[in-house]
């Protein structure tokens, strides 16, 4: 059972609105890891995780999360998933939210109080979602993704627009739950935030361009920056 | 499905609802309002607000339900909240049982305000019992409500969503016997009305109005409408997607 990935995708090809968006992707991603999968928006991101999730229909190809079908009952206490849009109740309070999601997921009010800590909310815990900044709103969505302790954590930009600070720790968090042997997919489209993965997925129009660790690609493109290294790989797969 | 998650959607819902409360007032406020109102307007012709009031007692419910369902559920698809319920372990049934147990309580306190005010002050008279005008009432809310969760699926925003109500409701409250006996519509009209669920539910309330009890054909009225329920909820479960394109 260890050999099996945490996530396997081969051949994965979906189309929406009629053009192709994901042109045949295969990788996998061991468990006990923080992967990022880096690209420009609109480069098919988040259709790759709502495939992952198995929210998304696909044209063709294999994604198997934890070596079951993505999407299967089964996995569905198993994986969690944050939208890139929080998806939230804006007219119930932080703490509601998390407490209607919970006795969906089956936790205890006492994981509801640590969640709201983990994302830095304790202050806001009894407003109304509605009434906080969008970047309040996005935490409230993270924690919601993180309240059944799943073995699989499926982050669409959870980092986009925070405070550096919060950034700073919600990416120490992640390093945790992985040293604790969850898996986490987080997708990001600033480079700087490479460094905090232990593997990268880069993605580039539908299509990746690379899978490996961060000094891996340091090593292999020559530079020091991750941008730049980026960079020089879509230069030299222009040339090819 | 799942006892426990039924009832924390259940209680999501009204809990939202309460954050709410211009929407309350609205819900519980407006029947017993057009009732007065209709009271008046019928002030030199009292048989006829005797015909229809007990009938519009038991149909209000019925038009709020549609209303309320049909936008919460879209804001649910748009929101995003419903794909993220989608890959959580949650049962379409849970969804479905759970908004029905939250907007049934909401018909039942609806229903019952505008019976106290029709009954009471506006001297409203049915023949029949008027817990059995509440309790029909309270199955046309739920039809209502599982009316709106259907067509929801087909609005993309919530002015979409608003106009079924003209698009939808108004024609089965046109037809339905209400306002003209349908023996006496034209007959393509009459197999439409035939078709349309709240026909069902004015004919049982008539009945109970008039004839004081629902009788062999009133109890057919209210197998239909339950069949219409059961019919209407299986069709939107169906448009609740785990996947989308």
Redesign the interface.
């Known amino acids: 059972m260890a050999s099996v990935p945490a996530i396997a995708v081969e051949g994965l090809r979906v189309r929406?609105?009629g053009t192709e968006v994901l042109h045949s992707l295969s990788f996998s991603v061991e468990r006990g890891s923080v992967t990022g999968l880096l690209g420009p928006s609109g480069c098919g991101k988040s259709t790759l995780m709502r495939s992952i999730?198995?929210?998304?229909?696909v044209e063709s190809g294999r994604v198997e999360v934890l070596g079951e079908p993505a999407?299967s009952?089964s996995l569905?206490?198993r994986?969690g998933?944050l939208?890139q849009?929080?998806?939230?109740?804006?007219?119930?309070t932080v703490r509601?939210n998390l407490h209607?999601?919970g006795?969906?997921?089956?936790v205890g009010r006492g994981r509801t109080d640590e969640v709201i800590e983990t994302v830095a909310l304790e202050s806001h815990a009894d407003r109304?979602v509605s009434n906080l900044s969008g970047g309040q709103r996005a935490r409230v969505s993270l924690a919601?993704a993180m309240l059944g302790e799943p073995e699989v954590l499926i982050l669409d930009e959870p980092t986009v627009g925070l405070d550096p600070l919060l950034r700073r720790d919600l990416w120490a968090t992640f390093s945790r739950l992985a040293a604790a042997g969850s898996t986490l997919l987080v997708s990001s489209h600033v480079m700087e935030e490479a460094d905090h993965c232990d593997e990268l997925l880069l993605m580039r129009e539908g299509r990746l361009l690379a899978t490996e660790s961060p000094d891996g690609l340091r090593r292999r493109t020559g530079r020091q920056q991750l941008d730049e290294a980026f960079l020089a790989l879509i230069e030299a797969e222009g040339e090819a | 499905m799942s006892l426990r998650v039924t009832s924390a959607v259940g209680v999501r819902v009204l809990t939202q609802l309460r954050r709410d409360p211009r929407t309350v007032v609205l819900m519980l406020g407006v029947s017993p309002f057009l009732l007065t109102l209709l009271r008046g307007a019928f002030d030199q012709d009292p048989a006829a607000f005797q015909k229809v009031g007990g009938p519009l007692v038991g149909l209000f419910p019925f038009t709020t339900m549609f209303v309320v369902t049909s936008i919460t559920m879209l804001r649910e698809r748009t929101t995003g909240t419903l794909e993220r319920l989608m890959t959580l372990p949650l049962a379409k049934l849970d969804l479905l049982f759970g908004y029905g147990i939250a907007f049934a309580l909401v018909g039942i306190l609806q229903a019952v305000i505008a019976a106290a005010v029709a009954f009471g002050p506006l001297g409203l008279d049915v023949a029949g019992s008027t817990a059995l005008v509440v309790a029909l009432a309270v199955g046309n809310a739920l039809l209502g409500m599982s009316l709106g969760l259907f067509v929801s699926a087909f609005a993309r925003t919530e002015f979409q969503a608003v106009q079924f109500m003209p698009a939808i409701v108004f024609p089965q409250l046109l037809l339905c016997g209400l306002f003209v006996a349908r023996d006496q519509m034209i007959g393509v009209l009459q197999v439409l009305s035939d078709a349309m669920p709240l026909t069902y539910a004015f004919d049982a309330l008539d009945r109970v109005t008039t004839e004081g009890s629902l009788g062999a054909r009133g109890a057919l009225d209210v197998a239909v409408v339950a069949a219409s329920i059961v019919l209407l909820l299986g069709l939107g479960a169906v448009t609740l997607r785990r996947r989308t394109a």
């Open positions: 929406r609105g999730v198995g929210v998304q229909i999407g009952r569905r206490p994986a998933y939208t849009a929080p998806s939230v109740y804006g007219d119930l509601e209607f999601f006795r969906v997921l089956g109304v919601t």
